[in-house]
């Protein structure tokens, strides 16, 4: 567990023999957690989107490893495996995954394995306090801001990414008003950014996803402030899918565009955005909703829930080791060397 101040929301609770998750689908009708107690548990977990976010998922998957290792030691490669098939395009994943299996191959050390766990969720939560105080000191005086899908305590190790940088802009009255978009097809924004929002106390809207550019259009918008699952070496970010249009709409409108993510989403082995798998879920994600069918009986869909935006529509990435205007290739292998 993290040692820092408690956040508000705790999204994941280390139990020593079990993980515990806020289970997100349930939200924001009731506060429900799964209990996880090994790899299979939390792999399913992560799959099926009951605990979502790239930071996330990366700290229980690294949980996962340690409860997968207490059961079998000898289970280490097929442990790693599951957890690293759940969802393939959130880079935070493998990373923790990869930092925990260097820990337990130098010396199959299960303590060392648990300390390591334990050690990546703590620096999420103090990288998340980093980075809010960077991105919040980009922001103008009365500030409106516009946010995608959900970045907050419920997608990290708590306080968030974008979020947390409206936080903690709120909270230093820079910003006046945020706008959040539902973020279909799972509702992320609808469902979990506008219950952060509230249960903060910070003015919030919503916003249905196409209505986003007419707002922009109607009223001034400061930023759009996102977070990401992987940003290639070249800046271009993979993230929920509708980010790439906010983009598009926030240069054609003046409005600069913020991607907030700490350095573990940073995939230095991938060149540029056309290298990152993006992630196809089931068709019935968009033909039904709740079980309910919402399209004809049979209609397909075309379901990527994560789309590129080019770092060429990208004004900012910010990461706890500091910020990039205006990213590049070589601007980015800077700040992470």
């Known amino acids: 567990m993290p040692t820092a101040a408690q956040p508000a929301v705790q999204p994941i609770l280390w139990c020593r023999d079990h993980l515990q998750l806020l289970d997100q689908r349930k939200l924001p009708q009731a506060v429900n957690y799964l209990s996880c107690r090994g790899a299979a548990d939390v792999a399913s977990a992560i799959h099926s989107m009951a605990v979502r976010g790239a930071p996330a998922i990366g700290i229980a998957a690294a ?20 957890l690293a098939a759940s969802r393939p395009t959130a880079v935070n994943l493998r990373w923790a ?5 260097a820990v ?11 300390a390591e766990a334990i050690r990546i969720h ?13 991105g919040a000191a980009l922001l103008p005086a009365n500030a409106t801001v516009l946010t995608h899908c959900n970045t907050g305590a419920l997608a990290t190790g708590g306080h968030g990414t974008a979020l ?3 936080r903690t802009g709120y909270a230093m009255n820079r910003i006046v008003r945020v706008y959040n978009t539902e973020t279909r097809p799972w ?29 922009m259009a109607s009223e001034r918008i400061d930023w759009v402030i996102v977070g990401a699952d992987r940003i290639a070496a070249n800046g271009d970010t993979a993230n929920k899918i509708g980010t790439y249009a906010l983009a598009l709409a926030a240069r054609a409108h003046g409005t600069r565009f913020m991607v907030v993510a700490p350095s573990g989403t ?13 992630e196809q879920r089931p068709a019935q994600e968009l033909t039904e909703f709740k079980g309910q069918a919402i399209a004809p009986a049979g209609y397909d869909a075309f379901n990527p829930v994560f789309d590129v935006t080019p770092a060429a529509l990208i004004d ?14 070589d601007k980015l292998a800077a700040l992470l060397r």
């Open 63 to 82: 949980y996962g490893l340690v409860l997968a290792l207490r059961a079998d030691v000898d289970g280490y490669d097929r442990a790693f495996e599951t």
């Open 97 to 101: 995954l990869e930092r925990m299996g």
């Open 104 to 114: 337990w191959l130098a010396g199959h050390d299960l303590e060392a394995l648990e």
């Open 122 to 134: 703590q620096e999420d939560l103090e990288q998340n306090r980093r980075m809010a105080e960077l």
């Open 164 to 166: 947390g940088v409206i």
């Open 187 to 215: 509702l992320q924004g609808a469902r979990l950014t506008a219950w952060e929002l509230q249960q903060e106390g910070i003015p919030g809207q919503l916003v249905a996803d196409g209505a986003a550019a007419h707002l």
């Open 266 to 278: 940073f995939d230095l082995r991938c060149p540029g955005g056309g290298a990152i798998p993006i």
């Open 316 to 329: 900012a990435i910010v990461c706890e080791r500091g910020v990039v205007m205006l990213p590049t290739t």
